[in-house]
């Protein structure tokens, strides 16, 4: 009877699949963790709030931010997130400014770059690197355009613009042509545009063409005279240099 009365003092064994609980100093239990785990525990949150409470201060617009919102370049400078990306914007925009530097360094495309300008601005900045340092560049022939064609869209002397389609002639920048010299198309075109020139002239002096030979003719005095076209070329010449 005695044996009976000291195991019914006993706490009950644990059921299967479940650890003892441990006892700390104030005496709360603490279910299925050892010492060693709260103090594993009391160290990773001490470390977290560490890490949360880093900071740098941005050398362009200094506030302060989360170190894994910035960026460290080679000359130690802090930047921040939307800093960087001013910075690359800008550089796209202005062949002077590139690439972005810091205490005339290069700031180095680095993984952190990376994943702060995303994949469409790192893109951009690999093409524009290209332009940069592309000694025969070709733009789109197209005014309206102007974009730099890249030098895998060139094919037999000819670029195929990616943003409008226009293709170009790489020998003489001019509109794609047909075979022929490049001189020959240039020579072809500025005849055109002078022609233009002319056409426009007329049209606001109010000249006629000749019903025979096509010439351009003024009235004076009442009657008719061939224009002379030495002061046509002069004009167009001059309408030229001065940029129209």
């Known amino acids: 009877m005695q044996i009976l009365a000291l195991t019914s003092n006993l706490d009950p064994a644990p059921s299967p699949g479940k650890r003892a609980g441990k006892t700390t100093s104030t005496g709360r239990k603490v279910e299925g963790k050892s010492n060693v785990d709260l103090l594993n525990e009391s160290s990773n949150d001490d470390a977290a709030e560490t890490s949360e409470e880093e900071t740098k201060t941005c050398t362009s617009c200094s506030e302060e931010y989360p170190l894994s919102d910035t960026i460290q370049t080679e000359c130690a400078h802090n930047y921040c997130r939307e800093c960087i990306l001013r910075f690359f914007e800008s550089s796209l925009k202005h062949e002077a400014l590139f690439p972005p530097r810091c205490c005339r360094l290069p700031i180095r495309v680095s993984t952190a770059v990376e994943d702060m300008l995303g994949i469409e601005m790192i ?88 019903s025979n030979c096509s010439r351009i003719i003024e009235r004076i005095d009442g009657c008719l005279s061939i224009l002379n076209l030495m002061r046509i070329e002069e004009w167009i010449i001059q309408s030229t240099s001065m940029g129209g």
């Open 123 to 210: 893109k951009r900045y690999q093409e524009r690197k290209i332009e940069v340092n592309d000694l025969k560049r070709t733009y789109c022939s197209n005014r309206t355009c102007s974009h730099y064609i890249l030098p895998q869209n060139i094919r037999h002397g000819v670029g195929l613009c990616g943003f409008c389609t226009v293709r170009t002639c790489t020998g003489c920048k001019k509109q794609a042509h047909r075979g022929g010299d490049c001189n020959e198309h240039t020579a072809f075109n500025d005849e055109k545009t002078n022609d233009d020139l002319l056409e426009k002239l007329a049209e606001k002096k109010k000249w006629k063409r000749c």
